[in-house]
């Protein structure tokens, strides 16, 4: 099965100069815990709520940061014809649960842990995916 058919299509974004505020507040609109970062349409980070909380307001100086401050630049995408197999390896390798989708350098969904167990056929991807990306990372002990 291909990542399109159990992405998610409709996609917020945020500006790499946006503020930690609005990445909050569209994250809180849209029920959900990361974002693309675009810039003239090609994605150049991501952020998530997990940086929101550590990077931002860890910090002192969370009120003048922005989305460029404390996004994790680089994030791991897949293309829309990507195997939904390789996909959830490649979050289990990685321990994320969110990636996004991209096709001719713009983002055209998202693919999450969410999206592989509601479907049927990609479940047990998510399941191996999940146990893998749950195991801490002894590396940094």
């Given at each position: 099965m291909k990542v399109e058919n159990v992405m998610t299509k409709s996609v917020a974004s945020l500006n790499p100069d946006d503020t930690i505020d609005k990445a909050a507040q569209v994250m809180m609109e849209n029920n959900i815990g990361s974002l693309p970062v675009c810039q003239q349409g090609k994605i150049i980070g991501i952020l998530t709520d997990r940086d929101i909380s550590i990077r931002a307001m860890g910090n002192k100086a969370s009120n003048s940061k922005t989305v460029r401050d404390i996004m994790s630049s680089n994030p791991v995408t897949?293309?829309?014809?990507?195997?939904?197999?390789?996909?959830?390896?490649?979050?289990?390798?990685?321990?994320?649960?969110?990636?996004?989708?991209?096709?001719?350098?713009?983002?055209?969904?998202i693919v999450s842990l969410?999206?592989?167990?509601?479907?049927?056929?990609?479940?047990?991807?998510?399941?191996d995916a999940l146990s893998s990306i749950s195991q801490p990372d002894n590396s940094q002990f």
């Open positions: 897949a293309s829309p014809d990507m195997d939904v197999k390789d996909v959830s390896r490649i979050m289990s390798e990685r321990q994320i649960r969110r990636v996004p989708v991209v096709e001719n350098n713009n983002v055209v969904g969410g999206d592989l167990a509601v479907n049927p056929k990609s479940n047990s991807q998510a399941g």
